[in-house]
Structure formats: C-alpha cells, structure tokens
C-alpha cells in the first residue's frame, strides 16, 4: 500500500511486483510513466441495504479478475495501482479483492496472500452486518478469503473460462427477478421467501407509504420454475409462513417448516432436521 510522499520512489523501483494500491489522492500528483491506474470505485462497487459496505459478490471478484489480467497483459511494461477512494470502507473492499484476484486467478494459498498484504491490513476495517444500529459480530477480511480458498478446493466457485456464468448468477441475484443464490451446486440454493401475491399475480411490488418503490415480493409459483431448473426436491421454510405451499407441493417440492427466530442461531434440533432433510 504506497502513500503519497513515497509513491512516485515505490513505482520507478524494479523490485517485479507488479500490482500496487494506493489510496486515489495519493498517486494523483504522480508521473504516470512508470505505471497505470485502474479504479475500484469507478467500475465495481458494492449496493448496500444500511450502513453495510460489503464484501463484494462474485461477479464483482470475477470483473475485478478479469480487469487485473487485461491491464497486465495490456500494459506488459507497466505497473498497475488499484486506486481506492480514501475511507476505510473503500481501502477494505480494494485489498479484499486483491486477495481474492491472488487466490482465484493466482492460486495462492491463505499464508501467502496474508503475507503479501500484511502490510497494508492495519489499515481495513471488518465487514458489517446489514441491520442497521450496534453490531454484534464482525466478518473480517481473511474470513471471506478463506472462504474463497474452501470453495474453490471444493470446486463450487470456478473462474476457469466454462466455470463462472456471470450473467446467471447476476439475472438470479437481481431482486427484481429472484433473489435467489445456489450456495453449494447441486445441492443447495438460498432464496428470498415468497409470498403470497394479491389477485394470484407472481410477483408484487411495494411501496413505501410515501408511494414510493420499496421492493418487489415473489410467489411461490414465481420460484416453480426456477427451482425445477435446479432439480430441487424439497424447500425449507426458515420464517414463518407466508405463502400457501400448495404450488410447490404440485411441482413435486416438498415443503418442510424449520422456523426460528429470525437473527438468532438455530437451535439443535433445528440443525438435525435441516442436515437430514439436505442429505
């Protein structure tokens, strides 16, 4: 991580590192002879529900990939900065992606990108909840690269060029369309709960009582497809119900009710039932 009174001496070094970052006012004074900048904040960022600032999904890691290998192939004798705004928040999301982009496109183990960005972790904050108000628990960085590391071993996130269909993945998560995530594939999908829309409609929108747009609510029969598209056997209600489980039912999904208080740990049986159900 350079800083301004040292930037421009850090990037005419020939030390082979390649891959900087600096905070954007930092290096904005500097000669861009010896290097080129790709901003975070100006191509990838993260939409927030509160005071969250995230960590970045996988098509944000996947872009974020992609733009590293093409300014490297680009610019052969360059090095490249990945440009952060100057927060906290923004430093954070930056190094995360860097440690991912190490891990997925690089294959570098946890110790090695720790090492690598050991110097620069002082300076991040750890990720948040998305309620709103005092936090209870906190999600740090090397968390979700580990993560990264147990599901790429497990082959349930590839980059590879058949590995990773962005365009799914974003056309699900859109919470216009779904909502919808497969957390492990082939075998299990997380999804918003439906609910039943007025007048039989698949979906509904909803607005605030200013007549504004909240958010857009699901049917189960919206989900039906889907759902099959995936081969799912069997849906499990997490809350307490909301829509009539009948249209599952009819497509060949079992429906099986786990409610517990919502942000809240899941009590013992709770877990049997759930890891019978899922195997």
């Not at 490249?80 to 440690?99: C, E, K």
């Not at 750890?126 to 108000?133: A, C, E, H, N, T």
């Not at 349930?156 to 365009?167: H, I, L, P, Q, S």
């Not at 007549?211 to 081969?231: A, E, K, M, T």
Request: charged share 25%; glycine share 6%; net charge negative.
């Amino acid at each position: 991580f350079i800083h301004a009174p040292h930037a421009q001496s850090y990037l005419r070094q020939s030390n082979g590192v390649r891959v900087y970052i600096s905070e954007r006012e930092d290096i904005c004074t500097c000669k861009k002879d010896d290097f080129v900048c790709l901003s975070i904040d100006n191509n990838i960022y993260y939409v927030a529900y509160e005071d969250d600032f995230g960590p970045m999904n996988l098509p944000s890691i996947f872009e974020f990939c992609d733009m590293v290998d093409c300014h490297l192939t680009s610019f052969p004798t360059k090095k490249i900065v990945i440009q952060t705004l100057a927060t906290p928040q923004s430093r954070t999301n930056g190094i995360f992606l860097i440690g991912a982009y190490m891990i997925m496109r690089r294959g570098f183990d946890m110790g090695k990108v720790i090492s690598l960005c050991e110097p620069a972790m002082k300076l991040i904050v750890p990720y948040r909840d998305v309620s709103p108000g005092k936090q209870n628990f906190f999600l740090d960085v090397k968390d979700c690269w580990g993560g990264l590391v147990k599901a790429k071993a497990l082959s349930w996130v590839d980059f590879g060029a058949d590995g990773f269909d962005v365009e799914e993945y974003m056309a699900l998560d859109d919470p216009l369309n779904a909502d919808l995530h497969e957390i492990v594939p082939g075998k299990l999908i997380a999804m918003r709960g439906p609910i039943d829309a007025t007048n039989g409609q698949n979906w509904q929108d909803v607005q605030r009582m200013d007549g504004s747009f909240s958010h857009r609510v699901f049917s189960p029969n919206h989900y039906v497809d889907i759902l099959q598209q995936f081969d799912v056997q069997a849906v499990v209600r997490r809350n307490e119900p909301q829509y009539d489980k009948q249209a599952f039912v009819d497509a060949g999904i079992a429906v099986a009710d786990l409610s517990f208080e919502d942000c809240t740990s899941p009590p013992v049986d709770v877990v049997a039932k759930f890891l019978a159900i899922a195997e």
